[in-house]
T-cell receptor, first 111, second 113 residues
Framework: GQSLEQPSEVTAVEGAIVQINCTYQ??????LSWYQQHDGGAPTFLSY????GLEETGRFSSFLSRSDSYGYLLLQELQMKDSASYFC????????????FGKGTHLIIQP | EAGVVQSPRYKIIEKKQPVAFWCNPI?????LYWYRQNLGQGPELLIR????????DSQLPKDRFSAERLKGVDSTLKIQPAELGDSAVYLC???????????FGPGTRLTVT
């Protein structure tokens, strides 16, 4: 089976930096993705880590450590529009399988 | 470029009734996914198609759920009969190839009463 753990809720202040952690247990791990979902909206792709290390895309960065079965999403210069749920998702089966999502982290941005 | 289209957006039915959801993926995307998302949870994969072939339906409750993807483009997910526990958002996603970047539609919010 596969399992992912991430905090259910994180609160941060506008303009600050926040890190959302994700640990996973899975067979056939291939890579870790991150998705953002606003209330009532569709999940949208943010980033993917297939190798260890940091991937940066604008204000968002994602990190993966395969040896620790751990990754995180880093959001910088937080804006009110970043208030959303963030899901880590494991890609397995050599990349051939569908994604297995965590339960999501609800990020609350305070002014 | 148009995104993934789903209809209807909302559906309310009584238990034991049938219901169907339709999905039109992004043009050229060979891989299509159906997910179910319960409130406060992440999406859960139900079935994955590559072109018209269902290559992973291990999580699809086959006693009441069925799906098809005719001609490898549009897809339909059906529930018959619906149960109270089927209330959820049903999401369709597509990707040009299998992989981590999937494009999701807005979903169909199903309420079974």
């Amino acid at each position: 089976g596969q399992s992912l753990e991430q905090p259910s809720e994180v609160t941060a202040v506008e303009g600050a930096i926040v890190q959302i952690n994700c640990t996973y247990q899975t067979s056939g791990f291939y890579g870790l993705s991150w998705y953002q979902q606003h209330d009532g909206g569709a999940p949208t792709f943010l980033s993917y880590n297939g190798l260890d290390g940091l991937e940066e895309t604008g204000r968002f960065s994602s990190f993966l450590s395969r040896s620790d079965s751990y990754g995180y999403l880093l959001l910088q210069e937080l804006q009110m529009k970043d208030s959303a749920s963030y899901f880590c998702a494991v890609l397995s089966g050599g990349g051939a399988d569908g994604l297995t999502f965590g339960k999501g982290t609800h990020l609350i941005i305070q002014p | 470029e148009a995104g993934v289209v789903q209809s209807p957006r909302y559906k309310i039915i009584e238990k034991k009734q049938p219901v169907a959801f339709w999905c039109n993926p992004i043009s050229g995307h060979n891989t299509l996914y159906w997910y179910r998302q319960n409130l406060g949870q992440g999406p859960e994969l139900l079935i994955r198609y590559e072109n018209e072939e269902a290559v992973d339906d291990s999580q699809l409750p086959k006693d009441r759920f069925s799906a098809e993807r005719l001609k490898g483009v549009d897809s339909t997910l059906k529930i018959q009969p619906a149960e109270l526990g089927d209330s959820a958002v049903y999401l369709c996603a597509s990707s040009p190839l299998r992989g981590p970047e999937q494009y999701f539609g807005p979903g169909t919010r199903l309420t079974v009463t």
